[in-house]
């Protein structure tokens, strides 16, 4: 069974950083490109970033390019977000899970989630 394990998250002040990790189990790991997304209160799961198998192609959403930073270790079956330079906006609950189209969102599985809080 496919389990995901999110955790570092946390209340912040705007500007700080956090670092959140995602434990895979129940597949491997290192066969699959993994993501990021997020969900706002009252809003839709958004992309947040992806990286290929190699952990060498990371890839970010507008909104967090320059700011995050997507790594994983396959070794230890772990993803990584790396979030410096926090603002309000960034405040949601954070998801790790298989890089899959957002149309299949519904579908697909995710951890329970982290909460992010970014506020002063």
């Known amino acids: 069974e496919v389990q995901l394990v999110e955790s570092g998250g946390g209340l912040v002040q705007p500007g700080g950083s956090l670092r959140l990790s995602c434990a895979a189990s129940?597949?491997?790991?290192?066969?699959?490109?993994m993501s990021w997304v997020r969900q706002a209160p009252g809003k839709g799961r958004e992309w947040v970033s992806a990286i290929n198998t190699r952990g060498d192609k990371p890839y970010y959403a507008d909104a967090v390019k320059g700011r995050f930073t997507i790594s994983r270790d396959n070794a230890k079956d772990t993803l990584y977000l790396q979030m410096n330079d926090l603002t309000t906006d960034d405040t949601a609950v954070y998801y790790c899970?298989?890089?899959?189209?957002?149309?299949?969102?519904?579908?697909?599985?995710w951890g329970q989630g982290t909460q992010v809080t970014v506020s002063s």
């Open positions: 899970g298989k890089w899959v189209a957002p149309a299949l969102y519904e579908k697909a599985k």
């Open positions: 129940g597949f491997k790991f290192s066969d699959y490109d």
